[in-house]
């Protein structure tokens, strides 16, 4: 669970963050991801500007209802199975939070700091351990 601190730190430096262009936001968190992890690009096939819109379009919508996240639950899990569709493995969202947080903090500057890091690294943890559960992989382990 987040704090009611974290909830905040999240919004006010997501709306900081929002003032970048989406492409140039998509242009280094997926460089950054391809330059750790250059085999996950062969699994995305739409063009990188549409690709940045949809994450910058996402993540707007998850830190918007931080302070309800239930409400967010099945998106969450749908956006999870479509993942599984697209190739996404378990191991590969350590990988994006890497690359998130990297670019926030790039992104940020001066307004990033240990408090920002660590509200971001809960926000995120949440939202990758909500698509690793609806995807199933924790199952596929068990058998």
Known sequence: MMTKEQILLVKKTWNIFREIDPVLVGDVFYSKLFF????????????????????????????G??????????????LAIRHVQY?????????VGTALL????????RDWNEKVRQAWTVC????????????GYKNRHMA
């Open 36 to 63: 750790d992890m250059p085999y996950l690009e062969k699994l995305f096939h739409t063009p990188k500007e549409e690709q940045s819109r949809k994450l910058i379009n996402m993540l707007s919508i998850i830190v």
């Open 102 to 109: 990297w670019t926030l903090e790039q992104g940020l500057g």
């Open 65 to 78: 209802r931080l302070d309800n996240l239930e409400e967010l639950t099945e998106e969450i899990k749908q």
């Open 124 to 135: 995120f943890q949440i939202l990758s351990d909500t698509m690793i559960n609806a995807s």
């Open 87 to 95: 190739g996404v493995k378990e191991q590969h969202y350590k990988a």
